[in-house]
């Protein structure tokens, strides 16, 4: 009888333990997301759009998407993935520089002729070699690049604008780091770090005098309530990066990373279009709302931009010859 008992409490315990490790496996993977975007950016748009690609998928994966840094602070992301505390992020080319200094040239003013020139740079060999490096050095993977617009000036009252010298005392929003200040000095501006969330108030207190944002995202946080002006300095054609922390994606099964990619790369892409598209209107529709848009001749702010960067303390660590390869590609 004893050895019967002990017979079923074994068999019972097998498959309770077979139950359990059952259940693990196929409970899925936590995916949280975290971006400065707005709600209704194009970025916020696609990373929803990702999130509904996993969401129809089999993939065993959960993507939760939090928006307007409301789960961790601009700028606080990338080392959130560095330290486990989170999975996925949208990191920028200055977020990487400041890591990897070599690779600030990608946050140099004027850098990008157009749209189809970056994709021509992050999508062939030179992105290749900077995704990877990117993982080797930080510990993070690029899945995809995403446009997040060219970058242009607004004020929360008009002036006349020509070059960097009109601009010389504004106090300007942008976000915190060197190489932002950086590209500041060839704006001919007295720079602000601010984050996005406050910006907002920021203008409609007269804290800074302006910010400088894609006009998407400008369009996406109201901006336009509180600014009478755009000047289009066209400044910087900028990219941003689904990034997932290394250790988390050496986790996910080979099919798990192959659904994953795949939703970023189309979500990406969907992203592009929608913002290019809204790129291609949305002057018309602040004209509409009273604003005045501005386009100048860039030559004086392409002038400065060579002025700020030659000598620079933070050019000396650039990669020279990485840099000539992506302004001729």
Do not use: C
Request: charged share 20%; hydrophobic share 45%.
């Amino acid at each position: 009888m004893t050895t019967r008992r002990g017979i079923i409490k074994g068999a019972l315990a097998g498959a309770l333990i077979g139950y359990a490790g059952r259940s693990a496996a196929q409970a899925p993977v936590q995916i949280r997301i975290s971006t400065a975007a707005p709600p209704s950016d194009f970025l916020a748009k696609a990373l929803d759009a990702l999130k509904a690609e996993i969401d129809g998928s089999s993939a065993g994966l959960n993507v939760s998407v939090h928006t307007a840094s409301t789960l961790f602070k601009q700028g606080t992301e990338v080392q959130a993935l560095q330290r486990g505390n989170l999975e996925m992020s949208t990191m920028t080319t200055f977020e990487v520089a400041q890591q990897m200094p070599e690779l600030g040239f990608f946050n140099r003013g004027y850098l990008f002729k157009d749209h189809a020139h970056l994709r021509r740079v992050f999508d062939g060999p030179m992105g290749e070699e900077y995704r990877k490096v990117v993982s080797e050095k930080m510990g993070i993977e690029i899945l995809a690049t995403h446009y997040l617009g060219t970058r242009q000036v607004s004020l929360r009252t008009k002036r006349n604008v020509k070059g960097p010298a009109d601009l010389a005392g504004t106090k300007l929003r942008m976000p915190a780091g060197p190489e932002w200040l950086l590209l500041g000095r060839t704006l001919g501006v007295s720079p602000l770090p601010l984050g996005m969330p406050e910006v907002y108030l920021a203008l409609k207190t007269g804290t800074v005098d302006g910010q400088e944002n894609p006009l998407s995202i400008f369009n996406a946080a109201k901006l336009y309530e509180v600014s009478e002006q755009v000047v289009l300095t066209s400044h910087m054609l900028q990219p941003v990066f689904f990034a997932i922390a290394k250790p988390v994606w050496a986790k996910l099964s080979a099919a798990q990373q192959t659904a994953l990619q795949a939703a970023a790369r189309k979500a990406a892409k969907a992203g592009d279009d929608g913002r290019l598209a809204d790129e291609a209107s949305i002057i018309d529709a602040l004209k509409g709302r009273g604003l005045s848009v501005d386009a100048i001749d860039l030559a004086l702010f392409r002038e400065g931009a060579d002025k700020a960067y030659s000598g620079a303390d933070a050019t000396k660590a650039w990669d020279m010859a990485w840099l000539k390869r992506v302004t001729e590609a």
